[in-house]
């Protein structure tokens, strides 16, 4: 099955700065990469998405690049706030293909401190 | 237009009870799915449904038992709960394989 790693653990940044989050995945059907973010006590939400035809993508202060031959993508965030300190998780889906029927494979998250 | 519910929002198990976890989505969303969140663990599947009437077992399954029981609810049941299921359970839905993936509030279950 698919495997998906992340790095780093935690992330400690000052406000303005930007912040990078990495994750590699293992099957190369994988062909949907989403990113969540999840504020504490709080549900997991989507910030951003890429679609393995795509290498990057962006929306305002977050953007997500792919590498399909390497297996990684990564999300950028720029001009970081407060408000961006959450868990950031990554995740990696072969779409209907097979019997995987959009199966989520998530990484372990990245706690992301901003420090005003 | 609720999205995701569960309920409880919390719930306290004595080892050997068992509860039901319900799950219902007002989207008209063919695939739903059950996770648990444990620190430094992400959120692992334990079971998923592709449609009404078909279940299939996730990476953690061992425990567990789901239900489809119609396109809006899929329930999730614990026989005999032990401490190590101890998380937060997450359950999400999702229209399209290459769309959003919405997840409910999370269940709080801690098992003594």
């Known amino acids: 099955g698919e495997n998906v790693e992340q790095h780093p653990s935690t992330l400690s940044v000052q406000e303005g700065d930007s912040a990078v989050i990495k994750c590699t995945y293992s099957d190369s059907a994988s062909n949907y990469f989403p990113w969540y973010k999840q504020e504490l006590g709080k549900r997991p939400q989507l910030i951003i998405d890429i679609r393995s035809n795509v290498g990057e993508k962006k929306d305002q202060r977050i953007a997500v690049t792919l590498n399909k031959t390497a297996k990684h993508f990564s999300l950028h965030i720029t001009e970081t706030q407060p408000e961006d300190s959450a868990v950031y998780f990554c995740?990696?889906?072969?779409?209907?293909?097979?019997?995987?029927?959009?199966?989520?494979?998530f990484g372990q998250g990245t706690i992301l401190t901003v420090h005003p | 237009n609720a999205g995701v519910t569960q309920t409880p929002k919390f719930q306290v198990l004595k080892t050997g009870q068992s509860m039901t976890l319900q799950c219902a989505q007002d989207m008209n969303h063919n695939s739903m799915y059950w996770y648990r969140q444990d620190p430094g663990m992400g959120l692992r599947l334990i079971y998923y449904?592709?449609?009404?009437?078909?279940?299939d077992k996730g990476e953690v399954p061992n425990g567990y038992n789901v239900s489809r029981l119609n396109k809006r609810e899929f329930s999730l049941r614990l026989e005999s709960a032990a401490p190590s299921q101890t998380s937060v359970y997450f359950c999400?839905?999702?229209?399209?394989?290459?769309?959003?993936?919405?997840f409910g509030p999370g269940t709080r279950l801690t098992v003594l």
């Open positions: 995740a990696a889906s072969s779409g209907a293909g097979g019997t995987s029927y959009g199966k989520l494979t």
């Open positions: 999400a839905s999702r229209g399209d394989p290459y769309n959003e993936q919405f």
């Open positions: 449904s592709a449609s009404e009437g078909t279940t």
